[in-house]
């Protein structure tokens, strides 16, 4: 039977999460300690079914702590979220895509297998896994499932082409993500297919939306505003607000992690809106991104120094929060900028940015 609710440590708090739900509740140590024993005794505390049933309205009152409870151990290292880009290869070639040249490849699943439960031990709780697109992968079905049933908070970024699949729909509602995420890309299957570069994309993705909503997963749908499909704007953001509560739009594309400059072609100029200044971030000392090879990194972003956590293991990540110090810092001309405290562009972004020889009224105010 598997476990209904996860008894984590995050960072330095305590918390109930139930699988398929982005809301928790948070616990003090002592309720932590006594969980943890219910479980090692399966002896139902007697304050957890009220709790349980007011946060999530489910009924555990008659059910065994064995059969439900799924309590993570403490981790020394200090880590609690992390993205995981299962393979960088996909089925659409996008070309505002940060990726570049999207290869198909990635760990067998020995190698990931091991990976995985290395996270675990790193202390992550939530964990997201995209690429390129995940779901394509050939080992994606066991990682998913062992990612939940190591007892993560499972969220997946997917184009939505294969959520249509009973093999796939079958994985995802047995074991439930807290969140599924897709990109809008046009609101008609000229745009769609255009901007994707693949004949029947808009089709496939309307039936994979289509499909994870009748099923009831939790959908958040993001809404991708270039310049091939600005016309649409409002049909897309209509389409997204009719499947998903969680809407969220993004017309400033990024160089790719490589440096390329080519994603920036797709700005469409009057969606681009002033940002939040950037006043820091946790990335590298309590978050961390791993590519499809196990090298851990302080961020998506920012890739230099990657740590071989299969060679290393997890005595390695002892060097991200320094190596995430440094990234941030600013630098050249940054560094006496007298802008600093309303930039809205970290470091390692302004690198990619430079890389790429952008325009400076993408990423600078002093444009």
Known sequence: MRHELIIAPFLQDHWI??????AGLKIPAHRYLELRDAAAHDTMPAWLPDVVRRRWGIDVGDRRPRDILLVRGPSPYGHGRASYEVNNGCNWACPHCVYGDKVHEGLAWEPRERLLHLLRDAGIVWIELGGGECTIDTHFPETYAL??????????????????????????????????????????????????QRRGAFDKFMR??????????????????????????DAMRALAHRYASR?????????????????????APEYLQNRTPFTGCDAGHTSLNVNPFGMASVCKVSRDHPIPLLKEGLAGLARLGALADRALQRQNA??????QKKCTTCMPLVKLYRRAESPLDRYCQHA
Do not use: K, W
Not at 173 to 184: E, G, H, I
Not at 334 to 339: T, V
């Open 17 to 22: 999460l139930r699988p398929g739900s982005s």
């Open 147 to 196: 990612a939940y049933d190591l007892g993560m908070m499972v969220e997946i970024q997917t184009n939505g082409s294969t959520l249509h699949r009973p093999a796939m729909l079958d994985l995802l509602t047995s074991r439930r993500p807290y969140r599924v995420t897709l990109s809008v890309y046009g609101a008609t299957a000229e745009t769609f297919d255009g901007f994707t």
């Open 208 to 233: 994979g939306l289509v499909a994870a909503h009748e099923a009831g997963l939790p959908l958040s749908l993001s809404v991708i505003i270039t310049r091939e499909n600005a016309h649409e704007t």
């Open 247 to 267: 809407v969220r739009e993004y017309a400033h594309m990024s160089p790719t992690f490589a440096g390329g400059a080519e994603p920036l072609a797709q700005q």
């Open 334 to 339: 940054c560094a006496s900028c007298a802008l």
